[in-house]
Every structure is written in C-alpha cells, then in structure tokens.
Nanobody, 120 residues
Framework: QVQLVESGGGLVQPGGSLRLSCAAS????????MAWYRQAPGKQRELVAI???????NYTDSVKGRFTISRDDAKNTVWLQMNSLKPEDTAAYCC??????????????WGKGTLVTVSS
C-alpha cells in the first residue's frame, strides 16, 4: 500500500517561515508528480505548488517568490519551503502525488494534511 505522510505544520508569526515535508512509502516504481494543495475554512481547495519528474516546479501566483517546492527521488520525498508567510496562507496543507506502483499503473494519492496557522 502506498502512503503519504506529511509533517512540519504549526503556528508561525507573519513574516516567518515553515518547511513542510511529505514522504511517500510503499511498493513504488516511480513518482510522476508531487504537489501541495491547501484549503482554508470556507474556501475552495487550491493547488499551491507542483513539481514533476523532470524537476520543473509550478506555483500559484499568490506564493511565487515566497514558496519553493523541491523533491528527492531517492527518498520519495517532497518539501515545501514557505518564507515571508502571511495570514492568508493559513490553511490545511495536503500532499498529493501521482505514483506508479511496481506491477501497477499511475494513480493519485493524498496525505491526511498538516495545519499551518499564520498569526500574531
């Protein structure tokens, strides 16, 4: 069974930084893409950042220049470095990955999420 486990969320003051981590485990053949989504109470879920197997990242406009997504294929791990945090960044952040299992096919997996709160 493939599982995604997130960590790194917490409470931080405006202007501060957090680093989120998502580790995939299981009988993995390859990971095509890994991404971070977020959802604040009463708002729609949005894609924050995504990184593909070639290493190219894409970001939503509101986090460009502040957030950095990276991955380590040897560890099946993706990180989201968040700098210059704003109160509007407060949300539950969830890891998403498109993974092909050994002997299987590509499918989407989700982590349970980690809460980020930006407040003074």
């Amino acid at each position: 069974q493939v599982q995604l486990v997130e960590s790194g969320g917490g409470l931080v003051q405006p202007g501060g930084s957090l680093r989120l981590s998502c580790a995939a485990s299981g009988n993995i053949f390859s990971i095509n893409a890994m991404a971070w989504y977020r959802q604040a109470p009463g708002k729609q879920r949005e894609l924050v950042a995504i990184i593909f197997s070639g290493g190219r990242p894409n970001y939503t406009d509101s986090v460009k220049g502040r957030f950095t997504i990276s991955r380590d294929d040897a560890k099946n791990t993706v990180w989201l470095q968040m700098n210059s945090l704003k109160p509007e960044d407060t949300a539950a952040y969830c890891c998403n990955a498109v993974i092909t299992e050994v002997g299987g096919y590509a499918r989407t997996y989700w982590g349970k999420g980690t809460l980020v709160t930006v407040s003074s």
